[in-house]
């Protein structure tokens, strides 16, 4: 593992066995906004907001780069306050907002860093596919465009209740809005 000492916005950070200058970054108590960076993973290095500049001023994403010696970089210039506005421009424009009914509100780290860096429209057009709501039933409406977790795709079906659920599990109005679950709807997520 590589040991040396790294200057990261003019401030002195020694490293030894960091494997990444986005770990160094962190190690000096520098907060860098990541959304695909997990340690326990491999590098992935996708979504660019971790990017740094470096003294030649050139851009890359700190999570994929192995930390040098004498290596300097930037962390927040304007330059790459505008790259980070820009990604986070892009991916709401692919991105549901429909944030109030989200189950994530509130705790949301795309939420979170619109709000940090400013993003209040989006000057891109959405081009994500829009399918109609299936009214056929009396006792659910299907939004096909909404996923009901985290852990499911986009575009999964999400059910959401037509009607008032009396929360017992057994009665008919929450089998027919929880389709047929044994759980009470109370539980559930729509």
């Known amino acids: 593992m590589a040991k040396g000492i790294m200057y990261i916005d003019g401030q002195r950070v020694p490293f030894d066995g960091e494997k990444n200058v986005l770990a160094v970054i962190r190690k000096a108590g520098i907060e860098m906004p990541t959304f ?5 993973l491999s590098v992935y290095g996708a979504c660019r907001m971790c990017v740094v500049e470096d003294e030649r001023g050139k851009i890359d994403a700190s ?20 790259h980070r506005r820009m990604i986070l421009e892009l991916l709401l424009a692919a991105h549901d907002c ?3 009914t989200c189950a994530k509100s509130g705790n949301c780290r795309l939420q979170e860093l619109a ?21 056929t039933s009396p006792a659910i409406v299907r939004d096909p465009g909404i996923s009901v977790s985290p852990t499911i795709s986009p575009g999964t079906r999400r059910i959401t209740p037509a009607t008032r659920c ?9 089998a027919a809005t929880a389709c047929g679950c044994a759980r009470s709807c109370r539980d559930r997520a729509f």
């Not at 999570?63 to 505008?82: K, V, W």
């Open 36 to 40: 695909c960076y997990y340690s326990e």
């Open 63 to 82: 999570c994929s780069m192995e930390p040098r010696d004498g290596m300097e970089i930037r962390t927040n210039t304007a330059r790459l306050l505008r």
């Open 98 to 100: 429909s944030c109030t």
């Open 115 to 135: 709000l940090r860096f400013g993003v209040t429209n989006i000057p891109f057009e959405d081009t994500r596919p829009h399918y109609a709501l299936d009214e």
């Open 166 to 174: 009396s929360g017992t599990p057994t009665s008919a109005s929450c």
